[in-house]
């Protein structure tokens, strides 16, 4: 079992940057495939980006696709998502995820095995 712990999220201009970490217990880690989610206010829970273990394999939703970027780093237990270029449409809680076979990607919500409890992003106009 794996325990996800999300921050970074804040308030930032639309333009500015904001990058989220979200710190994994356990040295299973580096044996998970991770993704991000986010759900703003009245809307279902999305798809954002993943990653797999061994990090060597990305993906993004068109959103996001050239603005934000997902990177981990297996000796600190901890994925991130670099965001850029923030509009206020991306305006959300977002969610860290772990799933038990980190050989592929998944952006289906239903295949994660583990969630963080959040972090607000709110960008302003």
């Known amino acids: 079992q794996v325990q996800l712990v999300e921050s970074g999220g804040g308030l930032v201009q639309a333009g500015g940057s904001l990058r989220l970490s979200c710190a994994a217990s356990?040295?299973?880690?580096?044996?998970?495939?991770m993704g991000w989610f986010r759900q703003a206010p009245g809307k279902e829970r999305e798809f954002v980006s993943a990653?797999?273990?061994?990090?060597?394999?990305?993906h993004y939703a068109d959103s996001v696709k050239g603005r934000f970027t997902i990177s981990r780093d297996n000796a600190k237990y901890t994925v991130y998502l670099q965001m850029n270029s923030l509009k206020p449409e991306d305006t959300a809680v977002y969610y860290c995820?772990?799933?038990?076979?980190?050989?592929?990607?998944?952006?289906?919500?239903?295949?994660?095995?583990?969630w963080g409890q959040g972090t607000q992003v709110t960008v302003s106009s």
């Open positions: 990653i797999t273990a061994s990090g060597g394999v990305t």
């Open positions: 995820a772990a799933h038990q076979d980190g050989s592929s990607l998944y952006t289906s919500i239903q295949l994660y095995n583990y």
């Open positions: 356990g040295r299973t880690f580096r044996r998970y495939a």
